[in-house]
């Protein structure tokens, strides 16, 4: 069972920043990928972010491209989401999400929930207008 443990949620106003952070503590684990989604109000899930572990190339939901920025620090076990220019419309719970399992797939799949084997607890981000 892997632990996936996020942070650095908060209040933030409309423009300013917030980086996310996802890690989990046992390195026994190997990643083909990790992502990050996030659930709205009264909305279902949607993917936002995806990074593959081996070398680093990411996907991104159209609404946040340019504006977020997925990364990963392999030997810290960690994922990073750096969200900038933020807006009230991003506000939501985030979630990591591990993929240890499906070795291979297109970057184009990692927008896929059931691609993910492990998932973390949700943080919380609200942006204010």
């Known amino acids: 069972q892997v632990q996936l443990e996020e942070s650095g949620g908060g209040l933030v106003q409309t423009g300013g920043s917030r980086r996310l952070s996802c890690a989990t503590p046992?390195?026994?684990?190997?990643?083909?990928?990790m992502g990050w989604f996030r659930q709205a109000p009264g909305k279902e899930r949607e993917f936002v972010a995806a990074?593959?572990?081996?070398?680093?190339?990411?996907n991104y939901a159209e609404p946040v491209k340019g504006r977020f920025t997925i990364s990963r620090d392999v030997p810290k076990n960690t994922v990073l989401l750096q969200m900038n220019s933020l807006k009230p419309e991003d506000t939501a719970i985030y979630y990591c999400?591990?993929?240890?399992?499906?070795?291979?797939?297109?970057?184009?799949?990692?927008?896929?929930?059931?691609?993910?084997?492990?998932w973390g607890q949700g943080t919380q981000v609200t942006v204010s207008s």
């Open positions: 990074i593959t572990w081996r070398n680093g190339n990411a």
């Open positions: 046992d390195l026994r684990f190997s990643f083909y990928a």
């Open positions: 999400a591990a993929d240890t399992s499906k070795w291979g797939l297109p970057l184009s799949a990692l927008v896929r929930e059931d691609v993910y084997d492990y």
